[in-house]
């Protein structure tokens, strides 16, 4: 299983920019998919998440900004950021639970997510 992550780059303060991230060797359409973003010194962070069935769940820093969503046809999720603010600015990684989550709450623990991808750097500047 290989999770590509694609789309990070340079944006201005209130720019738009949207991530993406595709698995490839099995489909994940019962499992959650999250994203989770690193600040340079900083710990990894939760960002959002999204369960099978369409439940979506994010962190008081981004909710409002950012939306999360999925195409599983494609194997792929998704990072709308909106509003964009040099906070923002970090290493975001994509991830996938291994367990099914299609019915509960997505979990924003990354401890439940099994398989990552190599990160996108989304830069923002003021």
């Known amino acids: 299983v290989q999770l590509q992550a694609s789309g990070g780059g340079l944006a201005q303060a209130g720019d738009s920019l949207r991530i993406s991230c595709a698995a490839s060797?099995?489909?994940?359409?019962?499992?959650?998919w999250g994203w989770f973003r690193q600040a340079p010194g900083k710990e990894r962070e939760f960002v959002a998440t999204?369960?099978?069935?369409?439940?979506?769940y994010y962190a008081d820093s981004v909710k409002g900004r950012f939306t999360i969503s999925r195409a599983d046809a494609k194997n792929t999720v998704y990072l709308q950021m909106n509003s964009l603010k040099p906070e923002d600015t970090a290493v975001y990684y994509c991830?996938?639970?291994?367990?099914?989550?299609?019915?509960?709450?997505?979990?924003?623990?990354?401890?439940?997510?099994?398989?990552w991808g190599q990160g996108t750097l989304v830069t923002v500047s003021s």
């Open positions: 060797g099995r489909a994940f359409s019962w499992n959650a």
């Open positions: 991830a996938v639970t291994i367990e099914d989550y299609y019915y509960r709450q997505p979990p924003s623990d990354s401890n439940e997510y099994g398989y």
């Open positions: 999204i369960s099978g069935g369409g439940n979506e």
